[in-house]
């Protein structure tokens, strides 16, 4: 969902730098693509670190929340392509879910902005998992629950470390590098694509679909 579908990630960005200037320091690109699939708890936990302070987590989610739920109320919009992909998987009478790192008030935020909800079967949240990507336990979670074979899914991601979860869960990969991630390595992911409008995701899909 992050960096993908929605640019929430500029959201992050904007909270995340005003956190680190409380604190006296610069946040940079390099530092975002570590937090990138986490979860909000192991992104704080790192902060910590990275800060060498003793904060207490849940102070420090409470700062973020505040600010990040204003940015997405306000300014987070839709990414390029994002209707275009979802009527040709419908079109294709192909079945969508979502497994997002974010927690679910916050999907719940965009969905009721942009009237979503009824595009996907389910959506698997941060708070359903114990551990963030490159952990592949949120897409063994969404292959589960659609009660199919790995390799017959494909999920898309922006991040190297979301390509390095859908690996490990057996899954395809198709990944679309955002601003942040553009300098990663992508070679593992089975293709890397400029954005959702770009032509060689739906050749793809149609590829791998039409294996019986």
């Not at 937090?35 to 973020?64: D, I, P, Y």
């Not at 505040?66 to 275009?84: A, F, M, N, P, R």
Request: proline share 2%.
């Amino acid at each position: 969902m992050d960096g993908l579908m929605f640019d929430t990630e500029s959201a992050y960005s904007i909270v995340q730098t005003k956190m680190f200037a409380r604190r006296g320091m610069v946040f940079t690109n390099d530092i975002k693509r570590t937090l990138m699939g986490k979860r909000a708890r192991e992104v704080m936990e790192s902060l910590n670190e990275l800060w060498g302070r003793n904060e207490h987590v849940e102070e420090l989610l409470e700062e973020q929340d505040k600010e990040l739920i204003c940015v997405y109320k306000e300014s987070v919009e839709k990414l390029k392509g994002l209707d275009t992909i979802l009527v040709f998987l419908e079109k294709e009478k192909i079945r969508k879910c979502i497994g997002t790192s974010s927690r679910k008030f916050l999907v719940d935020i965009l969905f009721e902005k942009f009237d979503m909800g009824r595009e996907f079967e389910f959506v698997v949240t941060g708070d359903e998992v114990k551990k963030g990507k490159p952990d592949p336990e949120i897409y063994i979670a969404c292959v589960s629950r659609l009660g199919v074979f790995p390799d017959e899914c494909i999920v898309f991601e922006d991040s190297l470390n979301g390509i390095k979860a859908a690996r490990g869960a057996g899954c395809k990969t198709c990944a679309i590098p955002s601003e942040y991630t553009k300098e990663e390595d992508f070679s593992i992911a089975d293709i890397v694509c400029n954005s959702l409008e770009d032509p060689a995701i739906r050749n793809f899909i149609t590829s791998v679909t039409s294996v019986k």
